[in-house]
Every structure is written in structure tokens, then in C-alpha cells.
């Protein structure tokens, strides 16, 4: 069993700056890699980025230069800096980690709201 945290979220106005936290607990030797998913009104959830039990990063498209990933494993607590931010990226975020010998689990957070709004 994981369970995971998102905190972080909030208001913020273009070109502002918010870093959102995923702790995580419960069975986190299990986790082989970390994701940071949005969803935004009526639009399907879409990876924004990962990183994996050896500290590989892949971010988006969307968000390369703005958003940067990380992990304190000291905390079990994956970080998502996000800076430039635009309207567009309004949304709520969540923390997903996959897990298991055989990466079989998912878990998920149950999200923190971001807007970004002038």
C-alpha cells in the first residue's frame, strides 16, 4: 500500500511560481517511478512529468524549461517547480506513482488545484 499527499497548489498570476509537494508512505520501497499529472476542465489527464527510481527526468513538450521534476527519497517526497507559469496550465495536479516487482501498481493522490489567473 502507498498513499500520496499533493500540497503546493494555490493561486497564482501569469508568471508566477508555485512547487508542488507528493509525499508519499505506506509501501514506498515498492515505487520504481513518479509522475505528475494535470487535468484541466474537460480535458483528459495528461502526463506533465516523470522520474524514475534512478533519477531519469521527462517532462511534456508543454512544459519543458518551465517545470523541473525532483525527489528528496530522504522525505519520499517528489517535487514539481513550476515557474512561468500560464493560464494554460491551470488545472488540477496529480501525484502518481507506479510500483512493484513487475510495476503491476498504480497509486494516486487525490490532487491539488492550480490556477493561474491575472
Known amino acids: 500500500q502507498v498513499q500520496l499527499a499533493e500540497s503546493g497548489g494555490g493561486l497564482v498570476q501569469p508568471g508566477g511560481s508555485l512547487r508542488l509537494s507528493c509525499a508519499a508512505s505506506?509501501?514506498?520501497?515498492?515505487?520504481?517511478?513518479m509522475r505528475w499529472y494535470c487535468q484541466a476542465p474537460g480535458k483528459e489527464r495528461e502526463l506533465v512529468a516523470a522520474?524514475?527510481?534512478?533519477?531519469?527526468?521527462s517532462y511534456a513538450d508543454s512544459v519543458k524549461g518551465r517545470f523541473t521534476i525532483s525527489r528528496d527519497n530522504a522525505k519520499n517526497t517528489v517535487y514539481l517547480q513550476m515557474n512561468s507559469l500560464k493560464p494554460e496550465d491551470t488545472a488540477v495536479y496529480y501525484c502518481?506513482?507506479?510500483?512493484?516487482?513487475?510495476?503491476?501498481?498504480?497509486?494516486w493522490g487525490q490532487g491539488t488545484q492550480v490556477t493561474v489567473s491575472s
Open positions: 505506506g509501501s514506498i520501497f515498492s515505487i520504481n517511478v
Open positions: 522520474i524514475t527510481r534512478g533519477g531519469m527526468r
Open positions: 502518481n506513482a507506479r510500483g512493484g516487482s513487475g510495476n503491476q501498481y498504480d497509486y
